[in-house]
């Protein structure tokens, strides 16, 4: 049964730090390219951050740039996104996807498999 599970979510403060977390179960993660996504209220499901299947290669939305972090230990089956210096406008549910194959990492209908979500609210 494919499982990804996120966590790590709550309420922080502007300017504040969080650390996302992604387990996989049910397939070889290590197959896979991952990436975070999230979804504001009233608003489509925009990509975050990609990583490639070793970690060599991470890829960021212009709006997080410099800030997140995308990391992965395919040993332990885990996703990680660091989010620093948080905004506001970075309040969303976060999602974690698996996407097979190559195509474009920062396409939400490429992904295979999905989470439930982690909320991640930024106060001002």
């Known amino acids: 049964q494919v499982q990804l599970v996120e966590s790590g979510g709550g309420l922080v403060q502007t300017g504040g730090s969080l650390r996302l977390s992604c387990a996989v179960s049910?397939?070889?993660?290590?197959?896979?390219?991952m990436g975070w996504f999230r979804q504001a209220p009233g608003r489509e499901r925009d990509f975050v951050a990609g990583?490639?299947?070793?970690?060599?290669?991470?890829y960021y939305a212009d709006s997080v740039q410099g800030r997140f972090a995308i990391s992965r230990d395919n040993a332990k089956n885990l996703v990680y996104l660091q989010m620093s210096s948080l905004k506001p406008e970075d309040t969303a549910v976060y999602y974690c996807?698996?996407?097979?194959?190559?195509?474009?990492?920062?396409?939400?209908?490429?992904?295979?498999?999905w989470g439930q979500g982690t909320r991640v609210t930024v106060s001002s």
């Open positions: 049910g397939f070889t993660m290590a197959n896979y390219r």
């Open positions: 996807g698996a996407k097979s194959g190559f195509g474009n990492i920062k396409s939400v209908a490429a992904y295979n498999f």
């Open positions: 990583i490639n299947w070793s970690g060599t290669y991470t």
